[in-house]
């Protein structure tokens, strides 16, 4: 029997079979999830024929999180595979590549920044709050995050965006703790996906990992964070909350 066994899982942030979302979803149904999988936009197509590849195919909800309609339907468009849910799986992020990344930190507009956060950190909370109607009382709730501890090169505001959605996830989890939801971040090492190809010079990032990580670090591998994501969706994390959990093959725990 699989840790997910029977649970019911939203992974909302899939739009190739390289998104770590993907092998979120791949891995939970391996493991006995019932999983429905969001994303939004144009890019929907291609989830969609991503998807195909996933037995069962899961079904495939829109949700852009900045748009509160989207939000405002989401428990009714859930209803309609699940009569609960156990685990929600945030693992979306979007700052604007010309103005927030890449070394513009100093003059980067307000309007990008504001964005950034938006869909970035405040979307944690918007996210869990729309599912909510939907949440069992011990329902998981995992987002992904670049150690925004420190600064990066090159990370600029969307590290500040990660700074405050894992702060955001910390508040998620004192003020949904009573209910006996979870509210955890796995910290990523780099992987290869659309979403780091976006920010200029995130190779350096696969450099300063093949340097440093103790363990050796696979950035075409998102199985060891999936698999932590898993692990925090099921049952055997129960007493954990505002946790942020690293797999970066203990990168963050060496100086230089
Ligand atoms: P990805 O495949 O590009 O996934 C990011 C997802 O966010 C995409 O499906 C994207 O959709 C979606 N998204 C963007 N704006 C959205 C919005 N307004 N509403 C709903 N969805 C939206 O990249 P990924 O690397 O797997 O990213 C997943 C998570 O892991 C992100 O939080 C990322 O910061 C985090 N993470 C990644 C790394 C890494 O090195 N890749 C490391 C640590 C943490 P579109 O494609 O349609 O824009």
């Known amino acids: 029997m699989g840790i997910l066994e029977g649970k019911n899982i939203l992974v909302a942030g899939v739009t190739m079979n390289t998104s770590i979302g993907y092998r979120v979803a791949e891995i939970a149904q391996a493991e006995g999830a019932n999983v429905v999988v969001s994303n939004f936009g144009r890019a929907m197509s291609l989830t969609a024929r991503v998807l195909k590849k996933l037995d069962p195919v899961p079904p495939l909800l829109e949700l852009d ?77 995992v987002g992904l995050t670049f150690d925004a501890r420190i600064s990066w090169p090159t990370y600029d505001w969307m590290g500040v965006s990660k700074a405050a959605l894992e702060s955001a996830t910390r508040y998620l989890a004192r003020y949904l703790g009573p209910d006996g939801v979870r509210c955890n971040l796995v910290a990523a090492g780099p992987v290869d996906t659309i979403a780091k190809k976006a920010i200029p010079g995130a190779d350096s990032f696969n450099t300063i990992w093949q340097d440093r990580a103790p363990l050796g670090w696979d950035s075409q591998d998102s199985t060891p964070t999936a698999k932590a994501v898993v692990a925090l969706l099921s049952d055997w994390f129960p007493a954990t909350t505002g946790e942020m959990v690293h797999v970066d093959g203990g990168l963050h725990s060496t100086g230089a």
């Open 65 to 141: 999180v900045t748009d509160e309609t989207h939000l405002a339907r989401l428990p009714e468009m859930l209803g309609e595979h699940f009569d609960h849910l156990d685990g929600v799986v945030h693992s979306i992020a979007f700052a604007n590549p010309e103005t927030a990344l890449g070394g513009k930190f100093l003059t980067t507009p307000f309007a990008d920044v504001s964005t950034a956060v938006q869909v970035s950190a405040y979307s944690m909370v918007s996210l869990a709050m729309a599912c909510k109607p939907m949440l069992a009382a011990n329902a998981s709730i």
